[in-house]
T-cell receptor
């Protein structure tokens, strides 16, 4: 089944404790992206990747890192989480980064709480 | 600056028709998307417009006017399962990334 998977789905952690949220897609998509979603603010892009070894900052990259060492995986790393990073996180992928009708496919989301 | 506006919440009756508006002001334009998102779930794709006019897909239709920076999503024969948030997103011309509106929460009443 074609899908984007994220792990963990739920995480409660404490300030300063490094964590990684994994994202994997099995559709051979070139483009992958991370978003956070907060009430009243909609989806805001954190980082995106047009292809392997190519990553770029989105609108809210502070406090996050990513890597794209292989096409299928795009982990999101929080080196020192803070309470303002409490949010719902979505990973998404699409076949091509170029303009087209090609839709983005979203993972199920990771609900992160930082105490 | 970049800005996408949608109403925060709308209420409609089962079986009726509802129109959700989206206005945008972006530095460039390369397509507009509508997504549906049920509470606690991932967004799912509904429609894509890049040229002016109406795109119809079953009970859902989407309209675009590039000169007015305006789009709407039209939902017909509303069903209870249509209760969800509807997200409008514009693809920016400079880096091809999507700029998202905050979403419209649609409540369907029997």
């Amino acid at each position: 089944e074609a899908q984007v998977t994220q792990n963990p789905r739920y995480l409660i952690t404490v300030t300063g404790k490094k964590l990684t949220v994994t994202c994997s897609q099995n559709m051979n998509h070139e483009y992958m992206s991370w978003y956070r979603q907060d009430p009243g603010l909609g989806l805001r892009q954190i980082y995106y990747s047009m292809n392997v070894e190519v990553t770029d900052k989105g609108d809210v990259p502070e406090g996050y890192k990513v890597s794209r060492k292989e096409k299928r995986n795009f982990p999101l790393i929080l080196e020192s989480p803070s309470p303002n990073q409490t949010s719902l996180y979505f990973c998404a992928s699409s076949l091509s980064p170029q303009p087209s009708a090609d839709t983005q496919y979203f993972g199920p989301g990771t609900r992160l709480t930082v105490l | 600056g970049q800005n996408i506006d949608q109403p925060t919440e709308m209420t409609a009756t089962e079986g009726a028709i509802v129109q959700i508006n989206c206005t945008y002001q972006t530095s460039g334009f390369n397509g507009l998307f509508w997504y549906q998102q049920h509470a606690g779930e991932a967004p799912t794709f509904l429609s894509y417009n890049v040229l002016d006019g109406l795109e119809e897909k079953g009970r859902f239709s989407s309209f675009l006017s590039r000169s007015k920076g305006y789009s709407y999503l039209l939902l017909k024969e509303l069903q209870m399962k249509d209760s969800a948030s509807y997200l409008c997103a514009v693809r920016d011309n400079s880096n091809y990334q999507l700029i998202w509106g905050a979403g419209t929460k649609l409540i369907i009443k029997p």
